[in-house]
C-alpha cells in the first residue's frame, strides 16, 4: 500500500489522474477566447492547461476557508474579481475542498463571461478512488459528490451543457499509460457554456409632436376660415 500523504492531491495517484483530466479536456478547451481565465484547484502544484487563445490564467489554491495562489482571500466570501471578467472558469477539484461548495460555484458562475466555457473535474464518488480516498484522508476529507448534482445546476442557470464523462483509470494508480475517457474512470470532468443573454426587442418610441401655440392657425385652416366668412 502507497505511503500516507497529509494532501492526497499531492499523491502520485492523483497527479497521474490530474495528467489525464488535462488531456481530455484539451481539445474541448482549445477553442477557448478571452484576456483572462481563472482557474481554481485543490493541488499546490496544479498548472492550468495551455489554450492558444486565451490571455492569462489566474491561479487559486482552494484549501477549505482559505484561497491562496495569485490572490489571498477568504473562501467564505465573494472572489475578489469583478462580474464577467473571465473567459474560461477551470474548476479542478475544487468543489471538493472548499467549505462551501454552493458559494464557490456561484462565485465561478458570477465571475464568468457570457458565452465563456466553465468546466469542472472531480473524483467519482463511485468506483475504486471513493475508498482509497477515505483511507488516505486524515482530519478533513475531501467531499466527493456527483457529478450530476452539478449539471442539474448549471442546466438551471441557462448553460448549454454537454454530458459528464468518467476519465482515468478505474483504480488509483500512480504510472501507467495515459488514459482519457473511460466508462469506468476514477475520475469525472463535465463541460459547460455560459449562454449569452437573448436580445430584448425594444418599444418603438412615439415621437412627440408639439402643440400649435393658442391663437395661431394653419395657413390652409387661415385660408379655409376667410373663405367660410366670405
Not at 500516507?4 to 483530466?21: C, H, M, W
Not at 443573454?197 to 395657413?219: E, F
Amino acid at each position: 500500500m502507497a505511503p500516507f500523504s497529509p494532501d492526497i492531491y499531492a499523491t502520485p495517484q492523483v497527479g497521474k489522474l490530474l495528467a489525464d483530466e488535462a488531456r481530455a479536456l484539451a481539445p474541448l478547451l482549445a477553442r477557448c477566447t478571452g484576456e483572462h481565465g481563472l482557474h481554481l484547484t485543490a493541488a499546490a502544484q496544479g498548472e492550468p492547461p495551455a489554450i492558444p487563445l486565451l490571455g492569462h490564467w489566474a491561479t487559486l489554491r482552494v484549501s477549505g476557508a482559505a484561497l491562496g495562489g495569485d490572490v489571498r482571500a477568504s473562501g467564505l466570501e465573494a472572489l475578489p474579481f469583478a462580474d464577467e471578467a473571465f473567459g474560461v472558469v477551470l474548476l479542478r477539484h475544487a468543489l471538493e475542498t472548499t467549505a462551501r461548495q454552493d458559494n464557490l460555484l456561484d462565485e465561478a458562475i458570477r465571475v464568468l463571461a457570457p458565452g465563456g466555457m466553465l468546466a469542472i473535474t472531480g473524483i467519482h464518488p463511485l468506483g475504486l478512488w471513493s475508498p482509497w480516498v477515505a483511507k488516505q484522508s486524515r482530519g478533513v476529507r475531501p467531499r466527493l459528490t456527483w457529478p450530476w448534482w452539478w449539471s442539474q445546476r448549471l442546466v438551471r442557470d441557462e448553460f448549454e451543457l454537454s454530458m459528464p464523462r468518467r476519465v482515468g483509470s478505474a483504480w488509483p494508480r500512480a504510472g501507467g499509460a495515459a488514459v482519457g475517457e473511460s466508462l469506468v474512470g476514477g475520475g469525472y470532468m463535465l463541460v459547460a457554456r455560459k449562454k449569452r443573454p437573448a436580445a430584448v426587442p425594444l418599444r418603438p418610441r412615439v415621437a412627440a409632436v408639439p402643440a400649435p401655440i393658442p391663437g395661431t392657425l394653419a395657413s390652409s385652416a387661415r385660408r379655409n376660415a376667410r373663405e367660410s366668412i366670405t
